[in-house]
T-cell receptor
Framework: GNSVTQMEGPVTLSEEAFLTINCTYT??????LFWYVQYPGEGLQLLLK?????DKGSNKGFEATYRKETTSFHLEKGSVQVSDSAVYFC?????????????FGRGTSLIVHP | NAGVMQNPRHLVRRRGQEARLRCSPM?????VYWYRQLPEEGLKFMVY????????ESGMPKERFSAEFPKEGPSILRIQQVVRGDSAAYFC????????????????FGPGTRLTVL
């Protein structure tokens, strides 16, 4: 079956530090890959996505590249802000029987200090 | 364009009572997913529905839990005879239909219902 593994948190950084959150996956097909962000007390919001190998998703300074050879989709940001503090979920969505049933990682909490 | 709506946002029930959680998908979306999020855990898929049909309920507990998405009105996740272990955040997400049929791969989440069982 499909699975997503992401690094355990919390990840604690100072403002303007470089961020990497690792994500690897296993899938039987050719999934789409996603990063979602969850701010305290809210639902998940799509941060970025990539639908095929070597695609790079980007949004709000965050980037992730779909690496089929290493089955990875690591999230990066060059300079984090306090407002980036949230929980980040890596996910894959594989087409099964005509529709997508997503698989989520456990989430990685990011804490950014001023 | 309103997003995915869930209500109530917070629900408190005593053991043995019923909990009914409602989800109105984004306008034009015909696919609804329900997830459960336990403290310190990720998001667990429960059930996937289209209007009047349950497509995949592989993540639903076999007893006490049921879901529906009627032709008119919101999707309902129903938990009968709640126990303390049901305390969690329950999220609904919706997706639009794609040209080839079936749900699109991107999901739009509601703010969640936080259920507390006393």
């Amino acid at each position: 079956g499909n699975s997503v593994t992401q690094m355990e948190g919390p990840v604690t950084l100072s403002e303007e530090a470089f961020l990497t959150i690792n994500c690897t996956y296993t899938a039987t097909g050719y999934p789409s890959l996603f990063w979602y962000v969850q701010y305290p007390g809210e639902g998940l919001q799509l941060l970025l996505k990539a639908t095929k190998a070597d695609d790079k998703g980007s949004n709000k300074g965050f980037e992730a590249t779909y690496r089929k050879e290493t089955t990875s989709f690591h999230l990066e940001k060059g300079s984090v802000q306090v407002s980036d503090s949230a929980v980040y979920f890596c996910a894959l969505s594989d087409r099964t029987g005509g529709s997508y049933i997503p698989t989520f990682g456990r989430g990685t909490s990011l804490i950014v200090h001023p | 364009n309103a997003g995915v709506m869930q209500n109530p946002r917070h629900l408190v029930r005593r053991r043995g009572q019923e909990a009914r959680l409602r989800c109105s998908p984004m306008k034009g979306h015909s696919h609804v997913y329900w997830y459960r999020q336990l403290p310190e855990e990720g998001l667990k898929f429960m059930v996937y529905l289209q209007k009047e049909n349950i497509i995949d309920e592989s993540g639903m507990p076999k007893e006490r839990f049921s879901a529906e998405f009627p032709k008119e009105g919101p999707s309902i996740l129903r938990i009968q005879q709640v126990v303390r272990g049901d305390s969690a955040a329950y999220f609904c997400a919706s997706s639009p239909l794609i040209m080839a049929g079936g749900a699109a791969d991107t999901q739009y989440f509601g703010p969640g219902t936080r259920l507390t069982v006393l």
